[in-house]
Nanobody
Framework: QVQLVESGGGLVQSGGSLRLSCLASGRAFSNYAMGWFRQAPGKEREFVAAISRLGITTDYADSVKGRFTISRDNAKNTVFLQMNVLNADDTAVYYC????????????????WGQGTQVTVSS
């Protein structure tokens, strides 16, 4: 069983930056691929970024590629999402997820989810 706790969300101006953290409580963190998803008001949950078990491979949605960076520190059971050049379209609740199966963009592949952290970008 894995519990995930996100932190680092908040209010930021357009063009600013935030770094989200997701701390995993449980065994064998390195067995899990990790992903970030987000859900904006009136929209479905969408894929943002994912990272493989050892952090060798990453994947990003086109909307965030070049602006966001996902990373992980397996020694600390933590995954990060560095978000730069934020704009209003990035406003959403951001969710951290852990999965044992392949398919980083599909939320069905993830077994555990955090409760989310709100990111609000003002103009």
């Amino acid at each position: 069983q894995v519990q995930l706790v996100e932190s680092g969300g908040g209010l930021v101006q357009s063009g600013g930056s935030l770094r989200l953290s997701c701390l995993a409580s449980g065994r064998a963190f390195s067995n899990y691929a990790m992903g970030w998803f987000r859900q904006a008001p009136g929209k479905e949950r969408e894929f943002v970024a994912a990272i493989s078990r050892l952090g060798i491979t990453t994947d990003y949605a086109d909307s965030v590629k070049g602006r966001f960076t996902i990373s992980r520190d397996n020694a600390k059971n933590t995954v990060f999402l560095q978000m730069n050049v934020l704009n209003a379209d990035d406003t959403a609740v951001y969710y951290c997820a852990a999965g044992l199966r392949s398919g980083p963009r599909d939320p069905v592949r993830y077994d555990y989810w955090g409760q989310g952290t709100q990111v609000t970008v003002s103009s």
